[in-house]
C-alpha cells in the first residue's frame, strides 16, 4: 500500500473499507435506502449487495423510506453498519 499513489490507495479504501462512526455518517434529509445508494455510488463500479437487501440484513426493511432524525438511536446505529457495509463485496 505505501508504494502506490494516493490516488489508488483512496480508491482501494473506498472500495474496500467500510467506515462505522458514532454518529454523523447519515444524511439527514435523505431517506436510510438513499443513504446506503450514496455510499455506493461514491464508492463506484464495484459489485454489491443491493441497498434493500442491506437493510435488510441489519432489520431496517421496514424503515428504509425513513429520514435519519425518524430513528430511534439503535436504528441510527444500524443504518450507519449498512451504510459501512455498501461499499464491501459480496
Known amino acids: 500500500m505505501s ?7 483512496a480508491a482501494l479504501r473506498a472500495r474496500s473499507i467500510g467506515m462505522l462512526f458514532q454518529s454523523g455518517n447519515l444524511v ?3 431517506t436510510v435506502e438513499q443513504n446506503v445508494q450514496l455510499a455506493q455510488r461514491l464508492a463506484g463500479p464495484v459489485e454489491r449487495a ?4 442491506l ?3 441489519v432489520g431496517l426493511g421496514d424503515r428504509a423510506a425513513s429520514t435519519p432524525p425518524t430513528l430511534s438511536g439503535g436504528e ?3 443504518a450507519g453498519l449498512a451504510v459501512a457495509l455498501a461499499t464491501t463485496r459480496r
Open 55 to 57: 437493510l435488510e440484513s
Open 3 to 9: 508504494r502506490r499513489s494516493e490516488g489508488e490507495r
Open 50 to 53: 443491493a441497498a434493500r437487501d
Open 76 to 78: 441510527a446505529a444500524r
Open 28 to 30: 439527514d434529509h435523505l
